[in-house]
């Protein structure tokens, strides 16, 4: 409200009075005079009339006004009071005495002595509220008056279902905040107030849902008004639920006249909150059905009356007898049914429905007649191929010239067929579904026995083939025809009792020579009487094969050797897939393959996946004897496996692959058969003197003169040996007639340590073998496809598990690292590198100091040389001497070490001379653990170096304590990265936790898991006498971003208190970490911590530490 200031200025000039004559009193000085002034005589006149002023005060919200501002005293002074608009008097005073007013806001005052003191105080207007009410609702104030300006709250509160459609003050619109509140201002006339209330509105809610719709068609409403909601469902889909607010509303289904489909309709009331819609949706589950057909029924697989939608249904038809399915409907949609007579569909919208018509079958005969013969069918009533359900067909099968029926089936069912009906044959077939008849025609003669008849048809024969029905035993050689014979033994066995089996005495070697023979598939035993020559003698056939046949001997020659096939250099022979065992008697000689010495063309022997075993009493037998002049010799992937030797070469031309020799050795195990000749020479048993052959694996060339004189010429390849004694392999040469052998990597390796002749008629090719110094691969620098060969001293196995190893060259120190070491052959070489198989053996500790010689491929791993996948082809007996060298000064004192081998417990001994002491001793700049006898122990590595360092007795001298973690001090194996064990070493027990000795296996420790975040530690068990200056723990590798923390722990107490424990934090880094004790004290216990996180990717092992040291004060 704006103030009104009201100021009335009152200027009264009084003049000086001036008495009547100038009189005065007496006693009055005159200002400004020094003089007095004279009184005057008393005045005659009237004295003067006294005034007052007018004095008013300061109003706000209106103005006071006097009539004058100054009076006689007793003067009426008229004061007229004015409130500004909106505004009453609420006190006017004179002289702080409260005046009334007259209606017309004035008063009369009289004059007094001293004036009128006016003020006057205003106070605005108030005024009513008038409230109008009306229907549906009501209207409330705060108050019913208030005064002009202040503020009036109004509430309109409609019925349920009702809001507010208007709200007026002084007939003008005002609005109502969210709680129908509004804030009025009071005016001078008053505030009349209406208010009109209509229905409400609500709004529609629809959530959006899978498979199905809802829409509505309006998405506003009057409270009360209907809402049509149409519910849709999408294919295969029905309503599972439909709620409004959370409640199920029923709906009537409708049929869309467009499309077909239906959907589902509700109305519901709009209500005051709203309609919220909600509805689920679920797959349809539609009925199955038929009309029951004539000749035949239908099923459902599972008997199903309904399916879900989209489920499989599987129809199944049952023609009777004689009729099949002619048509099928389903859902009025023509379909075609399994060859099974079933029909399978997914169920559709709406359900299914099957029609099925069944009639008589049509029926058809399916021929098939091969190779060498027809089969002819025709319908017994009109000669034609057509066949319904019932009819008989006629059918005929036909061999063709020199064939004869062998089999007929009729849908799979053999028909039999007499003897006399083999060169054709006719039947009657009832038709009572389609069928397949197939026949064959062999030209095999199947026989169960050597008769008379039998032999004579055979020989009789250019070419045949027999098969045998059953064992035979044959007591003549076995009857060949003229030109080619095969026998199928089909699994059956031929026992000879006839030497050679395929000719006799009586056999005339020209037409002999003619012939061709296989022997197949079965076995063949022979037992002559007078004991086995030759179970097979094949020699002089034009060709010979043998597959997978298995040869033996149960008779015994004791007057002649004996060999399971004797075959030669005229005979193209093949021996496949099968096994020769023979058994020998003794000072004889036994041989599984043999050659005679025939003249004539140079045909082929091969031998493919064949083992060929040989004994004999005395052990003096081969397993293949190749000794024809002009012999070819292919073998691929067999096995020969004798008492002295497995395969001789003597002569010809010879491809080997892929095959093992083994020889036994128990030809040498008898002293007698064993000379001082390294060849393994001898003149006894069956090779006589000056035909001596050196017993072992693969033996090439010869050394006589005077007969085989015709070349070897030998290309190996990918061939294994094992040989318990004698030669892997040996070459020879008569120095005339030249021995060449052409050899790979894999069969160098594996016949390493050969013999051979070494003149200009030996020759020996190894491909992609090269035999190297360490120090020669270390300097390699690429890596390649040969196959190194190396020797050193196995020094360390750094991995048990795959045979990772150092090797030392015993001479010049120099190293090699070797991953992945094995003892035997169960390996393949690709060209490029070894690669063991599952079972393949490992190199163990047993070699641990001995010197060994490896072959592997090179590798340059990031820098490091190294041979991968090495096999050990070679060891000493005994473990290499260690190397011992001494260092100290002998004024002060004397030392000796023992003596010893590799990988042996040496002790140290020191004797200090008069007035001095050991201080330390150190092999290898490694300190020992000195006992209070003056020696150490130390196990020897290949160079040793033994420092001994004297003192005087009164020089300080410390003590060092080693932890090693080998398997001598670990106490217990563990494999695992969580665990508790213990450690001894130099006498003292440590606890340990948390850390992987892999068994023991290695001489190391590590700590940290992919399991999880694990903290390893080394704690001694008992407290160290002496005060511990120092501690150093080796840490051979690690990930530091793997590591929190390393700790050394100082403790009085074993249970390290916070309170009695020092730590010290520990570089983590590679190498020596030295940790230097601030405050030593005696009896303290001792801890290392370390804190490792989880270890990334798939490997364990965040930190390898291989030593631990603890150093006493010196004293």
Same mark, same amino acid.
Not at 33 to 47: E, G, K, L, R, V
Not at 384 to 391: A, F
Not at 462 to 487: F, H, M, R, S, W
Not at 522 to 537: A, C, E, F, H, P
């Given at each position: 409200?704006?103030?009104?200031?009201?100021?009335?200025?009152?200027?009264?000039?009084?003049? !000086?009075?001036?008495?009547?004559?100038?009189?005065?009193? &007496?006693?009055?000085?005159?200002?400004?005079?020094?003089?007095?002034?004279?009184?005057?005589?008393?005045?005659?006149?009237?004295?003067?009339?006294?005034?007052?002023?007018?004095?008013?005060?300061?109003?706000? *919200?209106?103005?006071?006004?006097?009539?004058?501002?100054?009076?006689?005293?007793?003067?009426?002074?008229?004061?007229?009071?004015?409130?500004?608009?909106?505004?009453?008097?609420?006190?006017?005073?004179?002289?702080?005495?409260?005046?009334?007013?007259?209606?017309?806001?004035?008063?009369?005052?009289?004059?007094?002595?001293?004036?009128?003191?006016?003020?006057?105080?205003?106070?605005?207007?108030?005024?009513?509220?008038?409230?109008?009410?009306?229907? *549906?609702?009501?209207?409330?104030?705060?108050?019913?008056?208030?005064?002009?300006?202040?503020?009036?709250?109004?509430?309109?509160?409609?019925?349920?279902?009702?809001?507010?459609?208007?709200?007026?003050?002084?007939?003008?619109?005002?609005?109502?905040?969210? @709680?129908?509140?509004?804030?009025?201002?009071?005016?001078?006339?008053?505030?009349?107030?209406?208010?009109?209330?209509?229905?409400?509105?609500?709004?529609?809610?629809?959530?959006?849902?899978?498979?199905?719709?809802?829409?509505?068609?309006?998405?506003?409403?009057?409270?009360?008004?209907?809402?049509?909601?149409?519910?849709? !469902?999408?294919?295969?889909?029905?309503?599972?639920?439909?709620?409004?607010?959370?409640?199920?509303?029923?709906?009537?289904?409708?049929?869309?006249?467009?499309?077909?489909?239906?959907?589902?309709?509700?109305?519901?009331?709009?209500?005051?909150?709203?309609?919220?819609?909600?509805?689920?949706?679920?797959?349809?589950?539609?009925? /199955?059905?038929?009309?029951?057909?004539?000749?035949?029924?239908?099923?459902?697989?599972?008997?199903?009356?309904?399916?879900?939608?989209?489920?499989?249904?599987?129809?199944?038809?049952?023609?009777?007898?004689?009729?099949?399915?002619?048509?099928?409907?389903?859902?009025?949609?023509?379909?075609?049914?399994? &060859?099974?007579? $079933?029909?399978?569909?997914?169920?559709?919208?709406?359900?299914?429905?099957?029609?099925?018509? #069944?009639?008589?079958?049509?029926?058809?005969?399916?021929?098939?007649?091969?190779? *060498?013969?027809?089969?002819?069918?025709?319908?017994?009533?009109?000669?034609?191929?057509?066949?319904?359900?019932?009819?008989?067909?006629?059918?005929?099968?036909?061999?063709?010239?020199?064939?004869?029926?062998?089999?007929?089936?009729?849908?799979?069912?053999?028909?039999?067929?007499?003897?006399?009906?083999?060169?054709?044959?006719?039947?009657?077939?009832?038709?009572?579904?389609?069928?397949?008849?197939?026949?064959?025609?062999?030209?095999? *003669?199947?026989?169960?026995? #050597? $008769?008379?008849?039998?032999?004579?048809?055979?020989?009789?024969?250019?070419?045949?083939?027999?098969?045998?029905? %059953?064992?035979?035993?044959?007591?003549?050689?076995?009857?060949? +025809?003229?030109?080619?014979?095969?026998?199928?033994?089909?699994?059956?066995?031929?026992?000879?009792?006839?030497?050679?089996?395929?000719?006799?005495?009586?056999?005339?070697?020209?037409?002999?020579?003619?012939?061709?023979?296989?022997?197949?598939?079965?076995?063949?035993?022979?037992?002559?009487?007078?004991?086995?020559?030759?179970?097979?003698?094949?020699?002089?056939?034009?060709? #010979?094969?043998?597959?997978?046949?298995?040869? !033996?001997? &149960?008779?015994?020659?004791?007057?002649?050797?004996?060999?399971?096939?004797?075959?030669?250099?005229?005979?193209?022979?093949?021996?496949?897939?099968?096994?020769?065992?023979?058994?020998?008697?003794?000072?004889?000689?036994?041989?599984?393959?043999?050659?005679?010495?025939?003249?004539?063309?140079?045909?082929?022997?091969?031998?493919?996946?064949?083992?060929?075993?040989?004994?004999?009493?005395?052990?003096?037998?081969?397993?293949?004897?190749?000794?024809?002049? %002009?012999?070819?010799?292919?073998?691929?992937?067999?096995?020969?496996?004798?008492?002295?030797?497995?395969?001789?070469?003597?002569?010809?031309?010879?491809?080997?692959?892929?095959?093992?020799?083994?020889? $036994? %050795?128990?030809?040498?195990?008898?002293?007698?058969?064993?000379?001082?000749?390294?060849?393994?020479?001898?003149?006894?048993?069956?090779?006589?003197?000056?035909?001596?052959?050196?017993?072992?694996?693969?033996?090439?060339?010869?050394?006589?003169?005077?007969?085989?004189?015709?070349?070897?010429?030998?290309?190996?390849?990918? @061939?294994?040996?094992?040989? +318990?004694?004698?030669?892997?392999?040996?070459?020879?040469?008569?120095?005339?007639?030249?021995?060449?052998?052409?050899?790979?990597?894999?069969?160098?390796?594996?016949?390493?340590?050969?013999?051979?002749?070494?003149?200009?008629?030996?020759?020996?090719?190894?491909?992609?073998?090269?035999?190297?110094?360490?120090?020669?691969?270390?300097?390699?620098?690429?890596?390649?496809?040969?196959?190194?060969?190396?020797?050193?001293?196995?020094?360390?196995?750094?991995?048990?598990?795959?045979?990772?190893?150092?090797?030392?060259?015993?001479?010049?120190?120099?190293?090699?690292?070797?991953?992945?070491?094995?003892?035997?052959?169960?390996?393949?070489?690709?060209?490029?590198?070894? !690669?063991?198989?599952?079972?393949?053996?490992?190199?163990?500790?047993?070699?641990?100091?001995?010197?060994?010689?490896?072959?592997?491929?090179?590798?340059?791993?990031?820098?490091?040389?190294?041979?991968?996948?090495?096999?050990?082809?070679?060891?000493?007996?005994?473990? =290499?001497?260690?190397?011992?060298?001494?260092?100290?000064?002998?004024?002060?004192?004397?030392?000796?070490?023992?003596?010893?081998?590799?990988?042996?417990?040496?002790?140290?001994?020191?004797?200090?001379?008069?007035?001095?002491?050991?201080?330390?001793?150190?092999?290898?700049?490694?300190?020992?653990?000195?006992?209070?006898?003056?020696?150490?122990?130390?196990?020897?590595?290949?160079?040793?170096?033994?420092?001994?360092?004297?003192?005087?007795?009164? +020089?300080?001298?410390?003590?060092?304590?080693?932890?090693?973690?080998?398997?001598?001090?670990?106490?217990?194996?563990?494999?695992?990265?969580?665990?508790?064990?213990?450690?001894? &070493?130099?006498?003292?027990?440590?606890?340990?936790?948390?850390?992987?000795?892999?068994?023991?296996?290695?001489? #190391?420790?590590?700590?940290?898991?992919?399991?999880?975040?694990?903290?390893?530690?080394?704690?001694?068990?008992?407290?160290?006498?002496?005060?511990?200056?120092?501690?150093?723990?080796?840490?051979?590798?690690?990930?530091?971003?793997?590591?929190?923390?390393?700790?050394?722990?100082?403790?009085?107490?074993?249970?390290?208190?916070?309170? $009695?424990?020092?730590?010290?934090?520990?570089? =983590?880094?590679?190498?020596?970490?030295?940790?230097?004790?601030?405050?030593?004290?005696?009896?303290?216990?001792?801890?290392?911590?370390?804190?490792?996180?989880?270890?990334?990717?798939?490997?364990?092992?965040?930190?390898? /530490?291989?030593?631990?040291?603890?150093?006493? =004060?010196?004293?």
């Amino acid at each position: 409200m704006k103030k009104k200031n009201h100021l009335i200025a009152l200027s009264v000039l009084i003049a !000086s009075l001036v008495g009547c004559n100038g009189g005065t009193d &007496s006693s009055t000085t005159q200002p400004g005079s020094n003089n007095p002034i004279t009184p005057t005589a008393p005045s005659t006149q009237q004295p003067e009339k006294k005034t007052g002023t007018v004095t008013i005060g300061a109003v706000e *919200h209106g103005s006071v006004i006097a009539d004058k501002m100054t009076a006689e005293v007793g003067a009426d002074v008229t004061f007229t009071v004015t409130p500004d608009e909106n505004y009453s008097v609420k006190s006017f005073k004179v002289n702080n005495d409260e005046k009334q007013l007259n209606d017309s806001n004035q008063v009369v005052v009289k004059m007094v002595e001293g004036g009128l003191t006016v003020s006057a105080e205003f106070e605005i207007n108030s005024a009513a509220v008038t409230i109008t009410q009306a229907d *549906h609702g009501s209207i409330s104030a705060d108050k019913s008056t208030a005064k002009i300006g202040e503020n009036v709250t109004f509430t309109v509160a409609p019925e349920a279902n009702y809001v507010v459609s208007s709200f007026k003050v002084n007939d003008a619109d005002v609005a109502l905040d969210g @709680n129908n509140q509004a804030v009025v201002v009071m005016v001078a006339g008053g505030l009349n107030v209406t208010a009109s209330f209509e229905l409400g509105s609500g709004t529609v809610t629809i959530e959006t849902f899978e498979h199905g719709a809802v829409t509505a068609d309006k998405m506003t409403a009057k409270i009360g008004e209907d809402v049509t909601f149409k519910i849709t !469902s999408d294919t295969g889909y029905d309503v599972s639920f439909f709620k409004v607010n959370g409640s199920a509303v029923d709906y009537v289904t409708e049929e869309d006249s467009t499309t077909g489909k239906t959907y589902g309709e509700a109305k519901v009331k709009m209500v005051s909150g709203g309609l919220t819609v909600t509805a689920e949706f679920k797959l349809g589950v539609y009925p /199955i059905e038929w009309d029951t057909p004539s000749h035949g029924t239908i099923a459902v697989e599972g008997d199903k009356k309904s399916a879900t939608y989209g489920d499989e249904v599987k129809f199944i038809f049952t023609p009777d007898t004689g009729y099949e399915i002619k048509y099928l409907t389903i859902n009025d949609k023509q379909v075609q049914w399994a &060859s099974d007579n $079933t029909y399978t569909t997914t169920m559709g919208e709406y359900g299914l429905f099957v029609t099925v018509q #069944f009639g008589l079958e049509n029926e058809t005969i399916t021929v098939n007649a091969g190779e *060498h013969g027809t089969i002819e069918h025709k319908n017994k009533v009109d000669d034609t191929q057509d066949y319904l359900y019932g009819d008989t067909a006629v059918v005929t099968v036909t061999p063709n010239e020199g064939y004869m029926i062998e089999t007929i089936t009729v849908d799979g069912k053999a028909i039999e067929v007499p003897e006399d009906k083999k060169g054709g044959y006719s039947f009657e077939q009832l038709v009572e579904k389609d069928l397949n008849i197939s026949a064959t025609f062999t030209d095999v *003669h199947t026989i169960s026995e #050597f $008769t008379d008849s039998v032999i004579a048809e055979i020989k009789n024969a250019q070419d045949i083939k027999v098969k045998l029905a %059953g064992d035979v035993t044959l007591g003549v050689a076995l009857p060949l +025809a003229k030109g080619t014979t095969e026998y199928d033994l089909d699994g059956h066995t031929i026992t000879s009792t006839l030497n050679g089996m395929l000719r006799d005495a009586n056999t005339d070697t020209a037409t002999f020579g003619n012939k061709s023979v296989t022997l197949k598939n079965g076995n063949i035993i022979s037992n002559y009487d007078k004991g086995t020559v030759n179970v097979i003698d094949s020699s002089y056939l034009a060709a #010979f094969t043998l597959d997978g046949v298995t040869i !033996s001997n &149960s008779s015994i020659s004791t007057d002649n050797p004996i060999t399971g096939i004797y075959c030669s250099s005229t005979t193209e022979t093949k021996i496949l897939n099968s096994t020769i065992n023979i058994k020998g008697s003794s000072n004889l000689g036994a041989y599984g393959i043999g050659t005679n010495n025939l003249d004539g063309e140079n045909k082929t022997i091969t031998i493919d996946n064949t083992k060929v075993t040989v004994t004999s009493d005395d052990f003096d037998n081969t397993a293949f004897l190749g000794n024809t002049e %002009g012999i070819k010799v292919v073998v691929k992937n067999s096995t020969f496996t004798a008492d002295r030797q497995a395969v001789i070469a003597r002569t010809g031309n010879w491809d080997i692959s892929g095959s093992t020799f083994v020889s $036994t %050795g128990k030809w040498l195990d008898a002293e007698a058969n064993v000379t001082t000749n390294t060849k393994y020479k001898t003149t006894a048993g069956s090779w006589r003197s000056g035909n001596e052959v050196v017993s072992g694996g693969l033996i090439l060339g010869d050394e006589r003169t005077t007969a085989y004189n015709t070349p070897v010429v030998a290309t190996l390849k990918d @061939n294994k040996f094992t040989v +318990a004694k004698g030669d892997k392999m040996s070459i020879h040469s008569d120095g005339t007639v030249a021995t060449t052998v052409t050899m790979d990597a894999l069969t160098a390796v594996e016949a390493y340590g050969y013999d051979h002749d070494e003149d200009k008629t030996t020759v020996v090719t190894e491909n992609n073998v090269v035999k190297k110094t360490l120090k020669e691969l270390n300097e390699m620098t690429t890596d390649d496809a040969n196959l190194y060969v190396t020797t050193g001293v196995l020094t360390e196995i750094k991995n048990s598990q795959f045979g990772n190893l150092y090797l030392t060259d015993k001479a010049t120190g120099e190293e090699l690292y070797v991953f992945g070491t094995y003892l035997d052959n169960n390996y393949s070489f690709d060209g490029t590198q070894f !690669s063991f198989d599952k079972g393949a053996k490992v190199i163990t500790s047993d070699y641990l100091g001995k010197e060994i010689t490896v072959a592997g491929t090179f590798k340059n791993y990031k820098g490091t040389k190294e041979l991968v996948n090495a096999v050990v082809i070679d060891s000493s007996a005994e473990k =290499v001497a260690a190397k011992v060298v001494t260092e100290y000064d002998a004024e002060k004192g004397t030392v000796t070490v023992e003596e010893g081998k590799l990988g042996d417990k040496l002790t140290v001994t020191a004797t200090p001379k008069e007035g001095y002491k050991v201080s330390s001793i150190k092999v290898n700049d490694q300190a020992l653990t000195v006992a209070e006898d003056n020696t150490a122990e130390f196990t020897a590595e290949l160079n040793n170096k033994v420092v001994v360092e004297f003192v005087s007795e009164s +020089a300080p001298v410390a003590k060092v304590y080693n932890v090693l973690f080998n398997k001598d001090n670990n106490k217990d194996k563990v494999g695992g990265y969580v665990n508790k064990w213990t450690n001894v &070493s130099d006498g003292i027990t440590y606890n340990v936790e948390n850390c992987n000795n892999n068994n023991n296996d290695w001489n #190391f420790i590590k700590i940290g898991s992919t399991k999880g975040a694990y903290v390893g530690s080394i704690s001694t068990a008992s407290p160290f006498v002496e005060a511990i200056a120092e501690s150093t723990i080796m840490i051979d590798a690690v990930k530091p971003a793997s590591i929190n923390s390393i700790k050394l722990l100082v403790s009085t107490s074993d249970k390290f208190t916070d309170d $009695t424990t020092t730590s010290y934090n520990v570089n =983590v880094a590679e190498g020596e970490q030295t940790t230097k004790i601030k405050t030593p004290v005696a009896n303290a216990y001792y801890r290392y911590v370390i804190d490792c996180k989880k270890a990334s990717g798939k490997k364990n092992g965040i930190i390898q /530490i291989s030593k631990i040291t603890f150093t006493t =004060v010196a004293k």
